[in-house]
């Protein structure tokens, strides 16, 4: 929050907020991506970040000063393909980012059973948002706040209708993303609810010694031989150089059943040492009980994901037979709330740093 004196000084000097930081909205014009709405929002304190309004807000390129946090493929960002939710077509609309959203009534791979056929993380990354409102900060303010609203829909007649409304906010002077999500079933019948928010976190952030920071007691996806790198004893939470096991379709990951705070709030990061730099992801255990950690450190592929959700990412029929599938009720909603800080001041990495002293 500013203080007196630098609202003061910005009043004095600034007549444009735009000078300073805040929300420009565009569409591309080139590449895969040509004739996607965009938004870069620029929080005035290092951190700058696109939205992609085309595909469900999600979060594509986000630097802090002169450093990339996020991952990209080597797609980046296309069009949005509603019908790429069959098998694993998924992938190839998978452009990586900060931030994608899977759901919201399917998170994991391709399944079918009695209840129908469901590709890999549902349908929602692929839907394009109805902006209903932007607002640019007000130097005036206190706290001049940023936000941009919108409303993704995925369903159709005679069948699911559920409603993403999602508000992405920033404060002018603070280098914090936060989303503030309501999904609403406004059909006439239950519906199965998942939800996975897939943050990629890639070069430089993620590098050879960068730690990543989480607590709660895990399990691997893999098992077996196929499990070489979630093992009790191995030190999968330092980040190696790129691994020839995860080359190709190479990957692997723990399901974490998150440690909260006595106030309810579940926390994990990635810490760089060498950059000096540190991002943190916040989230309410009772909102997304269960984080995973994915890595495929592939060669020229290598990237981290931390990924709160309602449940792992084990697709319907698990969640169903294991009696832990969410139903929505006909006009039934449900929030969910994340805070992504990105730190870079000494004092506040070490008090980051400091509930995970036994693992560091």
Known sequence: MMDDKQRGNWLEKVTNPGQLGGIETSVLDNGLGAGTRIAWINTGAGLRFKVVIDRAMDIAEAFFNQHSLSWLSRLGVMKAQPFADRGTDWLRTFGGGLLVTCGLTHTGGPEQDDFGARGLHDQISNSPAEIIA???PDLR?????????????????????????????????????????RITNYGN???????????????PLVDEGSRLLWHGSWEARETGAK??????????????????????????????????????KCQCGVYNEHLGLAVSLSFQKSQLPWLTNWQHWGRGEYVTGLE??????????????QQQLILLKPGESRGYTLTLDVISQQAAIEKLLSTYTDEL
């Open 134 to 136: 932007v607002i640019q």
């Open 308 to 321: 709160p959700g309602t449940h792992p990412p084990i697709g319907q029929h698990k969640a169903r037979a």
């Open 227 to 264: 499990n070489k790198l979630f093992k009790e004893g191995k030190a999968f939470k330092k980040c190696s150089a790129p691994l020839s096991i995860h080359n190709g379709q190479g990957e692997e990951a723990a399901f974490i059943d998150v440690k909260s705070d006595p106030n309810g």
């Open 141 to 181: 303010d206190a706290e001049p706040t940023m936000s941009m609203t919108g409303i993704i829909r995925q369903g159709h007649p005679l069948g699911p209708n559920l409603e993403l409304k999602r508000t992405i906010r920033a404060v002018l002077g603070k280098p914090a993303i936060y989303i503030d999500d």
């Open 189 to 203: 019948t239950a519906v199965p609810h998942m939800l996975l928010y897939h943050f990629n976190f890639g070069w």
